[in-house]
């Protein structure tokens, strides 16, 4: 079993960063790869950014050069990682979702507000 929680959302003015966080517990050794995800409202889930268990990285096209995703597995019982946002876009209002794609499926956190506004 797996679970997933995020944090650090929040309220940011465009322009601003913002520094999200998720920790994976539990069969943490089974996980391939963990990724974030938004959902705004009215739309539809999408990727974010996603980080293999070898450190590839990838990104979607809006968030290429603005965010960064990290990892940090220092410790032996949870997996951290990290989504850097800076530059950030009123349209990067959205509920951040981690995920992660292990050997017995997919675990979804309950997601984080980001909401970007003056």
């Known amino acids: 079993q797996l679970q997933v929680v995020e944090s650090g959302g929040g309220l940011v003015q465009p322009g601003g960063s913002l520094k999200l966080s998720c920790v994976a517990s539990?069969?943490?050794?089974?996980?391939?790869?963990m990724g974030w995800y938004r959902q705004a409202p009215g739309k539809q889930r999408e990727l974010v950014a996603t980080?293999?268990?070898?450190?590839?990285?990838?990104?979607?096209d809006s968030v290429k050069g603005r965010f960064t995703i990290s990892r940090d597995n220092a410790k032996n019982t949870v997996s951290t990682v990290y989504l850097q946002m800076n530059s950030l876009k009123p349209e990067d209002t959205a509920v951040y979702y981690c995920?992660?794609?292990?050997?017995?499926?997919?675990?979804w956190g309950k997601g984080t507000l980001v909401t970007v506004s003056s």
């Open positions: 995920n992660a794609d292990y050997d017995h499926g997919n675990q």
């Open positions: 539990g069969s943490i050794f089974s996980i391939y790869a």
């Open positions: 980080i293999t268990s070898y450190g590839n990285t990838n990104y979607a």
